[in-house]
């Protein structure tokens, strides 16, 4: 079997991928880098956006109209919520709900005990390391819990032996999920203790943690969020949404409002040295209004943001969000998501300027013309001292260089 892989959407879906990947080298097949080469196209879904279901089937299209005897498998979370147009899809021959890779091995003919393998070496540079899957939250905008289901941990001795490996092969390690901030609740532990056990078990690398609710980090992840840059980086990838607390009530975020957001992100932030903060946020949510963007434009404003992550809302089909009044015109939900990346351009730019003579822990990334540096606190840098190998990690000093942008030179 010759498997061409393509992913949309999160590291979560990533990491799926490498595992697909991993299952099909056990069982003898090749994977290749092009549909033309492909026995089977798998193309793993995100039902975040519309925009991300349309570069779903434009890619679907463009495989058969390219290699029209490829069988296309989709899988992740809008395989999962189609309502047939996927399946009607030219060459689509199986839909796969979520990341069920026993039923992904079913329909490529491979013996399911497979399904068990994980790659020691990813194809990134940052090895993934999903440590649970769904969520029982129920945001009115998300069909990612329509489409994952209900929350479940994986088992920490199985996640301790998959970061070693992974540690052996990559630099930094990523934790990932769907809500890992909800890691261990059905078995009496929590993100921090996990954390915490990699930390002292797994030695050397570098972990960092992808989206977490602020209001979630508890004192013992905050210790390790700020304690060692070496061994957690220092930065917090924290869902906000909006500003306003009666949209954010509307959106059924009802585990925070904006006060207790920003005291828990100005805390975090707060206790010193360099650290990363970042957010999501959705302008043009149903019913929001000029007052209520106003209030998140205040909210951004006052807190130590070093980036952020602006959408317009999509409408999802099955969400609540869709049966909600008030809708808001797409011109004016993209001036507000325009005025915010501004803001959130002037933050990080702000925060780039803040780095410049300072020292960081960098990871080399990327791949050829794209091969860069990640600092601790989530900084793309160009790499001041030549070709340096993709997955390297060294101490930098950081500087302006001649091209204006922030530059890492081996220290």
């Given at each position: 079997?010759?498997?061409?892989?393509?992913?949309?959407?999160?590291?979560?879906?990533?990491?799926?991928?490498?595992?697909?990947?991993?299952?099909?080298?056990?069982?003898?097949?090749?994977?290749?880098?092009?549909?033309?080469?492909?026995?089977?196209?798998?193309?793993?879904?995100?039902?975040?956006?519309?925009?991300?279901?349309?570069?779903?089937?434009?890619?679907?299209?463009?495989?058969?109209?390219?290699?029209?005897?490829?069988?296309?498998?989709?899988?992740?979370?809008?395989?999962?919520?189609?309502?047939?147009?996927?399946?009607?899809?030219?060459?689509?021959?199986?839909?796969?709900?979520?990341?069920?890779?026993?039923?992904?091995?079913?329909?490529?003919?491979?013996?399911?005990?497979?399904?068990?393998?994980?790659?020691?070496?990813?194809?990134?540079?940052?090895?993934?390391?999903?440590?649970?899957?769904?969520?029982?939250?129920?945001?009115?905008?998300?069909?990612?819990?329509?489409?994952?289901?209900?929350?479940?941990?994986?088992?920490?001795?199985?996640?301790?032996?998959?970061?070693?490996?992974?540690?052996?092969?990559?630099?930094?390690?990523?934790?990932?999920?769907?809500?890992?901030?909800?890691y261990g609740r059905e078995c009496g532990s929590s993100l921090g203790l996990l954390v915490e056990r990699l930390v002292n078990e797994v030695p050397r690398v570098r972990f960092r943690l992808t989206s977490v609710e602020a209001t979630e980090v508890d004192t013992r992840l905050a210790e390790l969020l700020t304690s060692d840059?070496?061994?957690?980086?220092?930065?917090?990838?924290?869902?906000?949404?909006?500003?306003?607390?009666?949209?954010?009530?509307?959106?059924?975020?009802?585990?925070?409002?904006?006060?207790?957001?920003?005291?828990?992100?100005?805390?975090?932030?707060?206790?010193?040295?360099?650290?990363?903060?970042?957010?999501?946020?959705?302008?043009?949510?149903?019913?929001?209004?000029?007052?209520?963007?106003?209030?998140?434009?205040?909210?951004?404003?006052?807190?130590?943001?070093?980036?952020?992550?602006?959408?317009?809302?999509?409408?999802?089909?099955?969400?609540?969000?869709?049966?909600?009044?008030?809708?808001?015109?797409?011109?004016?939900?993209?001036?507000?998501?325009?005025?915010?990346?501004?803001?959130?351009?002037?933050?990080?730019?702000?925060?780039?300027?803040?780095?410049?003579?300072?020292?960081?822990?960098?990871?080399?990334?990327?791949?050829?013309?794209?091969?860069?540096?990640?600092?601790?606190?989530?900084?793309?840098?160009?790499?001041?001292?030549?070709?340096?190998?993709?997955?390297?990690?060294?101490?930098?000093?950081?500087?302006?260089?001649a091209d204006g942008k922030l530059t890492a030179r081996v220290n």
């Amino acid at each position: 079997m010759k498997a061409y892989l393509r992913t949309f959407g999160c590291r979560a879906n990533q990491y799926d991928t490498e595992a697909a990947r991993a299952m099909i080298e056990a069982a003898g097949g090749e994977i290749v880098a092009t549909p033309g080469e492909a026995d089977v196209a798998l193309f793993n879904s995100c039902a975040v956006t519309s925009a991300a279901e349309a570069d779903l089937r434009q890619a679907v299209r463009r495989a058969t109209k390219d290699h029209p005897g490829i069988r296309s498998v989709v899988l992740g979370c809008a395989s999962a919520r189609d309502d047939g147009t996927i399946a009607a899809l030219p060459g689509v021959s199986d839909l796969i709900a979520g990341a069920d890779l026993q039923a992904l091995a079913s329909a490529l003919g491979i013996d399911p005990s497979l399904a068990r393998v994980r790659p020691a070496l990813q194809t990134g540079s940052r090895g993934l390391l999903r440590v649970q899957e769904g969520c029982d939250e129920h945001c009115t905008f998300c069909a990612t819990t329509l489409a994952r289901g209900a929350h479940r941990s994986r088992p920490v001795d199985a996640l301790v032996r998959e970061a070693r490996a992974l540690a052996a092969e990559h630099p930094e390690i990523v934790i990932t999920g769907i809500h890992i901030g909800s890691y261990g609740r059905e078995c009496g532990s929590s993100l921090g203790l996990l954390v915490e056990r990699l930390v002292n078990e797994v030695p050397r690398v570098r972990f960092r943690l992808t989206s977490v609710e602020a209001t979630e980090v508890d004192t013992r992840l905050a210790e390790l969020l700020t304690s060692d840059p070496a061994r957690v980086a220092p930065h917090l990838h924290a869902p906000l949404q909006s500003g306003s607390d009666r949209v954010l009530k509307r959106m059924g975020r009802h585990w925070y409002s904006a006060a207790s957001y920003a005291r828990a992100a100005a805390a975090l932030a707060g206790r010193g040295g360099t650290f990363a903060l970042g957010a999501d946020v959705i302008t043009g949510f149903p019913g929001e209004t000029d007052g209520d963007h106003a209030s998140t434009i205040a909210l951004v404003r006052a807190l130590p943001f070093t980036y952020l992550h602006v959408f317009p809302y999509s409408a999802r089909p099955g969400t609540a969000a869709t049966r909600m009044d008030g809708e808001v015109p797409a011109a004016v939900s993209r001036d507000r998501a325009a005025e915010l990346r501004a803001l959130a351009n002037e933050k990080a730019t702000a925060h780039r300027a803040s780095r410049v003579d300072g020292f960081a822990d960098v990871v080399v990334v990327g791949e050829g013309a794209r091969r860069e540096g990640l600092t601790e606190d989530y900084l793309p840098v160009a790499l001041a001292d030549g070709p340096i190998a993709r997955r390297s990690r060294f101490a930098a000093r950081l500087e302006v260089g001649a091209d204006g942008k922030l530059t890492a030179r081996v220290n």
